[in-house]
């Protein structure tokens, strides 16, 4: 990918739908016009999160932001459901709220994903923010250290796993100010479920 046609093609899209600087900015989360303004001359390197958002907010797709044609992206469209715990839990929905669309070159055949949004600021040690879009692969099996969602009395949490040798298994936030969520899956009465791996986000900040 050429990135000078990742920013010229933003600056077109930008302009093509009327919008300023200003209204991009506040479009994506960047404070003032500046930021879209350095990101159009190529002073800014984008991530792959935020050219997402940016595909987003400028109603088309990353690839063809990246330079393809729409016609050579495959996109395809995955469930978000309702706000993830990256704090003390929130309550869990089978429903989605909505569906985002991404290419298919991002996940893997003939595994099934879905999306939620982080709530709290238990993973910030891990670079999720409240408000980030959270992918998952679904699964019911995560090694030590992997970041999950998880499914506890009814309360859904974005944490990271461990298993200890004695069966109890930790839900460790990646900010101090948090305590583990400790299981013993033998003993206590605890609903608990593993439902997705953390693969990546959409950042809707700078």
């Not at 996109?75 to 978000?80: A, G």
Request: proline letters at 3%; charged letters at 25%.
């Amino acid at each position: 990918m050429s990135k000078a046609i990742l920013y010229e093609r933003i600056k077109l899209r930008r302009k093509q739908l009327g919008l300023t600087q200003d209204d991009l900015a506040s479009m994506i989360g960047y404070s003032n016009r500046s930021a879209i303004a350095r990101i159009e001359n190529g002073s800014i390197d984008l991530p792959q999160s935020k050219i997402i958002a940016f595909a987003d907010a400028l109603k088309t797709t990353p690839g063809w932001l990246m330079g393809a044609d729409k016609s050579n992206i495959k996109m395809v469209q995955i469930p978000l459901f309702e706000n993830i715990s990256c704090g003390t839990g929130m309550f869990i929905d089978d429903i989605p709220e909505d569906y985002i669309t991404i290419p298919d070159r991002y996940l893997t055949k003939s595994h099934t994903y879905f999306a939620n949004m982080a709530k709290g600021d238990s993973m910030l040690g891990k670079g999720i923010k409240e408000g980030d879009v959270l992918v998952f692969e679904q699964t019911n099996a995560l090694d030590n250290g992997q970041i999950g969602s998880f499914c506890l009395n009814d309360k859904n949490y974005c944490k990271i796993f461990r298993r200890l040798n004695n069966g109890i298994i930790l839900l460790e936030s990646a900010n101090e100010k948090y305590d583990p969520i400790i299981i013993d899956i033998a003993n206590d009465d605890a609903c608990f479920r593993i439902i997705g791996r953390y693969k990546f986000k959409f950042s809707i900040e700078q």
